[in-house]
């Protein structure tokens, strides 16, 4: 049998909740920069932001939701 183009990868971790609830976290302050970005600027400002705010909060949620089923990814 001949073996063509194998890439040697670390072994997983069996549960990345650590590393999950880390990414949580710095998803929730981004979220919270971007808001007080959104208050602090103009209405221009806050209509450009939207868009990440959004990103934000459907990471925050998709992480969240890792973490509930045991942060196995």
Same mark, same amino acid.
């Given at each position: 049998?001949?073996?063509?183009?194998?890439?040697?990868?670390?072994?997983?971790?069996?549960?990345? #909740?650590?590393?999950?609830?880390?990414?949580? +976290?710095? %998803?929730?302050?981004? =979220? *919270?920069? @971007? #808001?007080?970005?959104?208050?602090?600027?103009? +209405?221009? %400002?806050?209509?450009? =932001? *939207?868009? @990440?705010?959004?990103?934000?909060?459907?990471?925050?949620?998709?992480?969240?939701?890792?973490?509930?089923?045991?942060?196995?990814?």
């Amino acid at each position: 049998m001949e073996k063509y183009n194998e890439q040697m990868l670390p072994k997983r971790a069996r549960s990345q #909740r650590q590393a999950v609830g880390k990414a949580l +976290e710095f %998803v929730i302050l981004a =979220l *919270d920069d @971007v #808001r007080d970005c959104k208050a602090c600027g103009s +209405e221009v %400002v806050a209509t450009w =932001l *939207d868009p @990440v705010e959004l990103r934000l909060i459907y990471a925050k949620n998709y992480l969240s939701d890792a973490i509930r089923e045991g942060g196995a990814l």
